[in-house]
């Protein structure tokens, strides 16, 4: 079955960076576009950026400088770099793959001095 392993989150200084991962499996990583989200508390989930199965990426965050997406098709990886790290970052991060409606269980972000 479609498996989402998400890592990389942790507690990091404002001004800091991170590198989240996805790892997938049980479908063909390839094939697919794949998502980040984030969801903070008492938010709701919102999108972060996407990227096709071809390379095209699209940023819907509203400070896209800071964010970027890649993929390694193979490793059956998506990363999300995460640049100049703020507080309110501060959030559980999801990898999805929208057509199959699969989610990871999540990495906790926490930016904080």
């Known amino acids: 079955q479609v498996q989402l392993v998400e890592s990389g989150g942790g507690l990091v200084q404002p001004g800091g960076s991170l590198r989240l991962s996805c790892a997938a499996s049980?479908?063909?990583?390839?094939?697919?576009?794949m998502s980040w989200y984030r969801q903070a508390p008492g938010k709701e989930r919102e999108l972060i950026a996407s990227?096709?199965?071809?390379?095209?990426?699209r940023i819907t965050n509203t400070d896209p400088s800071r964010f970027t997406i890649s993929r390694d098709n193979a490793k059956n990886t998506v990363y999300l770099q995460m640049n100049s790290l703020k507080p309110e970052d501060t959030a559980m991060y999801y990898c999805?793959?929208?057509?199959?409606?699969?989610w990871g269980q999540g990495t906790q972000v926490t930016v904080s001095a």
């Open positions: 999805k793959v929208p057509s199959l409606d699969a």
């Open positions: 049980g479908f063909t990583f390839s094939s697919y576009t």
């Open positions: 990227v096709s199965s071809g390379g095209g990426v």
